[in-house]
């Protein structure tokens, strides 16, 4: 896996927001939850990162995520019927705000999480993100209409 710094991590992080990064080359079998989810709940470790509510976008081959300090962005993510290979992504970027020590954790945690290649399963608007230790349920945001 690739380390990106600073020019491309703007990039990456525009395409989370437009919800760009979507590469119709890219090789993704099954349904992949596409959209933007927040994380609800977790289950398996008291106070875990997930605790905070975390913002997860996916698209057919992209998967941010972000807490309450960085924003991380992975490119040409392949995604399986179960499973997010974040750790097979061409590209994982993130912005390099200086956080203090409890955010800076928070952050690691998810990364790793997520660097783990977590397996994912949508029912309806309810996504279950896993690994080994760590069940987190997220549920979709839905775009409001301009008013």
Same mark, same amino acid.
């Given at each position: 896996? =690739?380390?990106?710094?600073?020019?491309?991590?703007?990039?990456?992080?525009?395409?989370?927001?437009?919800?760009?990064?979507? @590469?119709?080359?890219?090789?993704?079998?099954?349904?992949?939850?596409?959209?933007?989810?927040?994380?609800?709940?977790?289950?398996?470790?008291?106070?875990?990162?997930?605790?905070?509510?975390? =913002?997860?976008?996916?698209? /057919?081959?992209?998967?941010?995520? =972000?807490?309450?300090?960085?924003?991380?962005?992975?490119?040409?993510?392949?995604?399986?019927? @179960?499973?997010?290979?974040?750790?097979?992504?061409?590209?994982?970027?993130?912005?390099?705000?200086?956080?203090?020590?409890?955010?800076? $954790?928070?952050?690691?945690?998810?990364?790793?999480?997520?660097?783990?290649?977590? $397996?994912?399963?949508? @029912?309806?608007? /309810?996504?279950?993100?896993?690994?080994?230790?760590?069940?987190?349920?997220?549920? /979709?945001?839905?775009?409001?209409?301009?008013?």
């Amino acid at each position: 896996m =690739k380390r990106v710094t600073t020019a491309s991590i703007v990039g990456v992080l525009a395409l989370a927001g437009c919800g760009g990064g979507d @590469d119709p080359e890219q090789e993704v079998t099954g349904n992949p939850p596409i959209g933007t989810f927040v994380s609800t709940s977790d289950i398996g470790e008291d106070g875990s990162a997930f605790s905070t509510p975390v =913002k997860v976008t996916i698209g /057919r081959a992209f998967v941010g995520w =972000k807490a309450r300090c960085n924003g991380f962005g992975a490119e040409h993510v392949p995604i399986t019927d @179960d499973q997010l290979m974040i750790a097979e992504a061409s590209s994982v970027g993130s912005t390099l705000i200086g956080c203090a020590q409890p955010l800076q $954790h928070q952050d690691d945690q998810i990364e790793a999480f997520f660097n783990a290649n977590p $397996h994912w399963q949508l @029912d309806g608007d /309810r996504l279950t993100l896993s690994d080994d230790s760590v069940e987190v349920v997220l549920r /979709r945001v839905r775009n409001r209409p301009n008013s």
